[in-house]
């Protein structure tokens, strides 16, 4: 089983717009959990879900994994499963934060060792933080998700350092996302492509006016209009990822 944390220092980078159609993606080839760790639920949201219990109620109360994953959560792909966040997170925050220990999270993977899956996506609230650097020590590939702007070029640095720093030995993949035609996105795109030395960057993905618009259709945006660029783009990166194991 392969855990991948998709990550950013910095919100509405279209992290979980990317989670969630990348493990759709990914769905189509292996069994895949998608599995929501930020306490704002968005993907609870993007895929019009209630979300009582989820992700933080098996890591805290003990809640059993087998009735939140058991079965696949769209009727059209029998290898997606989706865990929500749930709700303990948001009653909690202190005690989310600071007891998100590489321990709790490993008797998580444990618990839904039985269920056999190929991977495990985790979509993440921004920042630095004791949650990501946990995640990041169970996860063998981190996907980083980066705008062409200046506040994340800026800021691309100083998570790198920190990266190194915790000595977090995952492989770092890069999506550049919201990508537009005009200079300054195609000149922040080529100095972030710079400073990761091209090193495995799956892909470089527009803005795309069809995202947005997806909201509320309750679906990935790959699965109900898979020739949007947007979708397009990501089906690529997909393959990339899939070619370089
Ligand atoms: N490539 C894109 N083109 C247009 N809108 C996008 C794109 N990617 C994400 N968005 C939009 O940006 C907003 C933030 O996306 P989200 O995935 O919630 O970001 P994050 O998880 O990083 O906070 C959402 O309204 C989403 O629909
Ligand atoms: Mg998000």
């Not at 855990?3 to 910095?10: A, E, L, P, R, W």
């Not at 948001?90 to 056999?116: A, C, H």
């Not at 070029?153 to 005009?182: A, D, H, M």
């Amino acid at each position: 089983m392969i855990n991948i944390t998709v990550g950013s220092f910095k919100g509405g980078v279209g992290k979980s717009t990317v989670a969630l159609n990348f493990a759709y993606e990914l769905s189509k080839y292996y069994k895949v959990l998608l599995v929501d760790t930020d306490p704002q639920n968005s993907l609870a949201f993007f895929l019009c879900q209630e979300f009582k219990k989820g992700f933080s109620e098996i890591l805290f109360e003990g809640e059993n994994s087998e009735g939140l994953v058991k079965t696949p959560f769209l009727k059209e792909n029998p290898n997606f499963y989706f865990l929500p966040t749930g709700v303990f997170c948001i009653k909690n925050p202190i005690l989310y934060e600071d007891g998100f220990t590489v321990d709790l999270v490993g008797k998580f993977l444990t618990n839904i060792s039985k269920f056999n899956f190929d991977f495990v996506v985790y979509d993440t609230p921004p920042r630095i933080s004791k949650h990501i650097e946990t995640l990041l020590n169970v996860s063998e590939d981190f996907l980083m998700v980066l705008n062409p702007d200046p506040a994340t070029y800026s800021s691309l640095k100083i998570f790198l350092q920190f990266i190194q720093k915790s000595g977090i030995k995952s492989e770092i993949y890069t999506i550049i996302n919201k990508t537009e035609p005009t200079l300054i996105s195609e000149d922040f795109t080529r100095l972030i492509v710079a400073e990761l030395n091209k090193k495995n960057i799956l892909g470089i993905l527009p803005t795309d006016k069809q995202v947005s618009e997806s909201q509320g259709k309750c679906k990935p945006i790959i699965m109900y209009n898979p020739e949007a660029p947007f979708s397009i783009f990501l089906k690529k990166a997909v393959l990339s990822y899939i070619n370089s194991k």
